[in-house]
């Protein structure tokens, strides 16, 4: 019975520890993030100006910082209950080593997002090499605008949504089928949670180009709904929901031509 007792007791400090860690990562993402809004304001008025100033390797390699401190900010909180499931399991499995295949799994993952980083810091150059993006980072005509809104709406309803919101939504049954032993397995499961996290969640962060890249209430926002749809009962429905209002956003504003904000 003690012995029992003192296993369950570490394993809840194994918890506590990565939960800690986790929370950590996320505050130090968020609070770069704030740094980042309350100091750019200049910065985003000239990189706005393609004509004016040409973007540089230093505003780039700045750019991808954000985005990947960005997806940090954002998507550590909804990934946290498969991070966690994980070190139950492998604290379980293998007492001698419990951390550091944990912090692999979280790697593995967060490089997943570091490679959709580097792709949304090209689309960013691109539109801005183009004179799509205001100063505020956020798409500049209705009908960009609207065309992502009606994308990421579409992409609610279709079966890739709804294969990968259904890996990041049941985390147990993910670890059963994906399972792999050691350093090296962690890591390649955190990979492969990874490519289905941003299957599932890509198109909400493309919406970042209709309300303003920069803009933290709406990051909170679109972070906040992505927990949402991974944690609350009949989640899919959530999405299809969000996706409608999504598909009336993008009509309004490709027909109407003004902005919704």
Not at 113 to 124: E, H, K, N, P, R
Not at 133 to 138: D, F, G, V
Not at 202 to 224: D, K, Q, T
Request: glycine share 12%; with cysteine; net charge positive.
């Amino acid at each position: 019975m003690n012995g029992n007792k003192s296993r369950e007791n570490w394993l809840r400090q194994d918890q506590a520890v990565v939960l800690a860690g986790l929370v950590g990562l996320t505050a130090a993402a968020w609070t770069y993030m704030i740094h980042l809004a309350g100091t750019m304001g200049q910065v985003n008025v000239e990189m706005a100006m393609p004509h004016v100033q040409a973007w540089g390797g230093a505003d780039l390699a700045l750019l991808l910082i954000m985005w990947v401190v960005m997806m940090v900010a954002m998507m550590v909180p909804s990934a946290a209950p498969m991070i966690l499931r994980f070190a139950q399991i492998n604290s379980r499995r293998d007492r001698e080593d419990p951390y550091v295949p944990t912090a692999a799994f979280v790697l593995g993952y967060l490089i997943i997002w570091t490679g959709f980083s580097i792709l949304a810091t090209a689309l960013q150059w691109g539109l801005h090499a183009a004179a799509l993006l205001s100063p505020a980072m956020a798409s500049s005509t209705p009908l960009l605008g609207g065309g992502i809104l009606l994308a990421a709406g579409l992409f609610q309803w279709t079966p890739l949504k709804y294969t990968c919101l259904t890996q990041c939504r049941s985390p147990l049954g993910f670890l059963m089928t994906e399972w792999r032993e050691g350093t090296r397995g962690a890591l390649v499961m955190g990979l492969r949670h990874g490519v289905y996290c941003v299957g599932c969640c890509s198109m909400l962060m493309a919406l970042l180009f209709v309300v303003g890249v920069m803009n933290l209430l709406w990051v909170a926002a679109i972070a906040g709904f992505v927990l949402l749809e991974k944690i609350v009962p009949q989640g899919q429905w959530v999405s299809r929901a969000a996706g409608l209002l999504l598909i009336g956003g993008g009509v309004w504003m490709v027909g109407v031509g003004m902005p919704l904000l």
